[in-house]
């Protein structure tokens, strides 16, 4: 009996330091947090000169996304907000916070997977070149975020 506690024990602090390095781990490095609000996706559209079927089209896909990913995002900050109530708790309990953390970061695969089907769509509708001016797009660093010159001078 005794044995059964320590191993119980054992694989809740080994799920529980297993879920916190996967949540240290899981966001990308080289993507800045948007601290406007602004949706980046849409901006980035804009500069595609799209013609009035490709508009039509990507405005359809991103209808048809829209309850799929606020549902994802509500997910995400459920799954948050448990975890936070279980690491308040005293004392947080191992395997309670372990269980919150793995369903965290499931809750955000589960996001950025459905945004990205979402993305490979709208890149179906594109031609090459819009392809690659959007990916580009998204995956430069946002305006305001960007370093201040050294010499303290603005651009």
Avoid: W, Y
């Avoid at 395997?95 to 970061?105: E, N, P, S, Y």
Wanted: hydrophobic letters at 45%; a negative charge.
């Amino acid at each position: 009996m005794r044995n059964d506690f320590r191993r119980a024990t054992a694989l809740c602090a080994f799920g529980l330091a297993f879920a916190v390095s996967g949540l240290a781990q899981d966001a990308p490095p080289t993507t800045p947090a948007n601290p406007s609000g602004h949706h980046r996706l849409h901006d980035c559209l804009a500069i595609l000169n799209l013609t009035d079927p490709e508009k039509t089209s990507i405005e359809n896909l991103l209808a048809a996304a829209k309850p799929t990913v606020q549902a994802d995002v509500a997910a995400v900050k459920a799954a948050r907000q448990t975890l936070e109530t279980a690491l308040s708790a005293t004392p947080p309990d191992a395997c309670t916070v372990g269980a919150d953390a793995l369903a965290l970061k499931a809750a955000r695969e589960a996001l950025r997977t459905e945004r990205q089907t979402v993305l490979n769509q709208i890149l179906a509708v594109l031609m090459p070149d819009q392809q690659s001016r959007l990916q580009g797009c998204l995956d430069s660093p946002f305006p305001d975020t960007a370093p201040a010159p050294a010499d303290g001078s603005a651009d």
